[in-house]
């Protein structure tokens, strides 16, 4: 009997093999076709970007028409739905931030139909945050959203994760799967990064904390938006450095504030954490997972549908509450002295870079919290020195108010305004004296 038994264990390990290696290929294509999506750049037409970009850029340029209607009746949604459904009474933030959708709907509508006052109408007003972001984020979203089908939803997550925990975990205290939304976010763009982990942080994959940790800490803007930040402030001539000085100093940055407070205090408890991975098992390990998550995956066309739904979620939030978030923050920017008052606490700081008049533009680097863009507007006649700085500072600071911090508002992800705000001046603040010695090393070396 028990030779029987063993016999047929021995007859059926091979076809059980056999289905696990066809699993595996299958994962592995459908993971390969997110892949392309997500991380190869393409050039089409003399523009270099990811395909999601090139797919969202046809749309909003070739099909405008459809692309305004679109994104007109997705604002909408975002601006009544609240109140159709009563949730904007859950909270004092769900209910400014209900009213700040219904405002970034008419401004919406305003800058369309032209009636804005002609000083709301100056390219760096209302066209730049409908055109630049209103309109490309919102559309963005929901078509990255489709692809993001192939990328997490068919175990590559689970896969990585295994090889990449030990770099992961001892750098950012988070697991391994998070490189993924890490590599999404400089190559695509912060809202693309935060479609990838909302979703996984939902299913209780990540922690609190690890989640806030990869919403605040990898969530940049993308690198093609870092060569409009270089060619505005002059600094294409020094390109390389400036791109991998500040991918090194912004995810040094995040590996300090994951070990302070207001991170380092939050819960560390994941609902359903990947298993720890087995000593020298590390391939089967990986495999199993990425197996065990394609079997239980529905089918593509559900999920694909599952998470158009999602981001069409998101992108009713987000695209309202960029455009009238960031068009308060660029009036308080132009006509009161507010961000001016927020610069002083960046002054010592600027103080310590040892660069002359670098404490006078306090108040610019600071408004960078209202738009990462506006450093780069205000700044573009300054010394090399602090052009340099603001340009890394903006993007290594990664949160501002017209764009990532209402797309992490817009996740299930718990997050506080206040605590938002201290870790923007936190990571401000280490930006600010990194990016100082990095120059010098950059002077020093000849690479800029």
Known sequence: MTLQGDVQVKSLSPKVAQSDTWILIKLFLYSLIGIVFFFVSIDIGGKETILLDHIAGFVTQQLRPIAITSILLIMAFGAFYPYITGTFRNSLSA??????????????????????????MKPDMLPF?????????????????????????????????????????????????????????????????LLITDRVFRQGQYSHREAVVIATGFSTVSATFMIIVAKTLGLMGS?????????????????????LPP???????????????????????????????????????????????????????????????????????????????????????????????????????????AEMFLPAILLTDAELPIRYIAAVTSISSILFFSGSIPCILATKIPLKIWQIVLIWFIRTVLTILLASIAFRLGIAMGWI
């Open 95 to 120: 209910q400014i931030f209900s009213v700040f959708k219904v405002i970034g709907l008419i401004l919406a509508i305003l800058y369309l139909t032209e009636m804005a006052p002609a000083w709301a």
């Open 129 to 193: 945050l409908f055109e630049k972001l209103a309109l490309s984020v919102g559309l963005l979203i929901p078509v990255g959203a489709i692809a993001l089908t192939f990328l997490i939803g068919f175990g590559l997550l689970e896969f990585i994760s295994v090889f990449m925990e030990k770099l992961m975990r001892p750098l950012f205290r988070t697991p391994g799967s998070s490189a993924i939304d890490a590599v999404a976010s400089f190559v695509g763009s912060y809202s693309i990064g």
């Open 239 to 259: 390109w390389n450095f400036f791109f991998w000085s500040t991918f090194i100093i912004t995810f040094v940055v995040t590996t300090i504030t994951v070990y």
């Open 263 to 369: 991170i380092s205090l939050l819960d560390n408890t994941a609902k359903s954490p990947l298993p720890e991975t087995p000593k020298n098992e590390k391939w089967r390990h990986a495999t199993r997972l990425g197996v065990s998550q394609y079997r239980s995956s529905p089918n593509v066309f559900k999920m694909m549908w599952l998470n158009f739904r999602d981001g069409l979620r998101m992108s009713s939030i987000v695209a309202p509450s960029i455009l009238a978030i960031g068009f308060t923050g660029l009036i308080l920017s132009k006509y009161t002295p507010l961000f001016d008052w927020i610069g002083v606490v960046l002054k010592p700081f600027l103080w310590m870079t040892g660069f002359d008049e670098a404490t006078t533009h306090s108040g610019a680097i600071a408004s960078g919290l």
